[in-house]
């Protein structure tokens, strides 16, 4: 079946640098690539998402780079500051979404 | 609009016993799903629903049943609780436009604890 595989698990950061979350997934068939962000005991928001016929999308200072050849997606967060603290989650879609197991990123001031 | 809603909010149930989460939407969306969210494994679909009077297995359905009689509710429910079945239910909703999938979106979650 479909998987998807999201690194790392935990990722910290110093407020102002960059965040790199990366997303392979397994059905080459996906075409639909969403990223959430959920914040403690809160329910995952969609904070970008991506197309199969697109290789990169911004928002801000979030972006998403698609590679459909090797099977992998990534989410840039630029700029970061203390309220990015959350966990993010990919997912690849085809029939079904299949999220990955989450990403803990930590801000510090 | 207040999207998707879901009941109840938090429930303890013994085991053996039984219990049904709601979920409602108001966005006229066609797709609904059932998730579990436990510690370290994300969100795995348990059931979903493509439309009034359908439904489908997800990745996780066994000692789940669900419905979807009317088009703005689907129902989760457990028959016979077990504690593995502790966990943060959400349910989500979409629309579906061909083969163009759309963003899911997702209710408060239901935190239902078995002992």
């Known amino acids: 079946g479909e998987n998807v595989e999201q690194h790392p698990s935990t990722l910290s950061v110093q407020e102002g640098d960059s965040a790199v979350i990366k997303c392979t997934y397994s059905?080459?068939?996906?075409?639909?690539f969403p990223w959430y962000k959920q914040e403690l005991g809160k329910r995952p928001q969609l904070i970008i998402d991506?197309?199969?016929?697109?290789g990169e999308k911004k928002d801000q200072r979030i972006a998403v780079t698609l590679n459909k050849t090797a099977k992998h997606f990534s989410l840039h967060i630029t700029e970061t500051q203390p309220e990015d603290s959350a966990v993010y989650f990919c997912?690849?879609?085809?029939?079904?979404?299949?999220f990955g197991t989450g990403t803990r990123l930590l801000v510090s001031p | 609009n207040a999207g998707v809603t879901q009941t109840p909010k938090f429930r303890v149930l013994k085991t053996g016993q039984s219990m049904t989460l709601l979920c409602a939407q108001d966005?006229?969306?066609?797709?609904m799903y059932w998730y579990r969210q436990d510690p370290g494994m994300g969100l795995r679909l348990i059931h979903y629903s493509v439309g009034e009077g359908t439904t489908a297995k997800g990745e996780v359905p066994d000692g789940y049943n669900v419905s979807r009689l009317k088009k703005q509710n689907f129902l989760l429910g457990l028959e016979s609780a077990a504690p593995s079945q502790t966990s943060v239910y959400f349910c989500?909703?979409?629309?579906?436009?061909?083969?163009?999938?759309?963003?899911?979106?997702f209710g408060d979650g239901t935190r239902l604890s078995i002992l």
């Open positions: 059905d080459s068939a996906s075409n639909y």
């Open positions: 991506i197309r199969s016929n697109v």
């Open positions: 989500a909703s979409s629309y579906s436009r061909g083969a163009r999938n759309q963003p899911q979106h």
């Open positions: 997912a690849a879609i085809f029939q079904k979404l299949v």
């Open positions: 966005m006229n969306h066609e797709y």
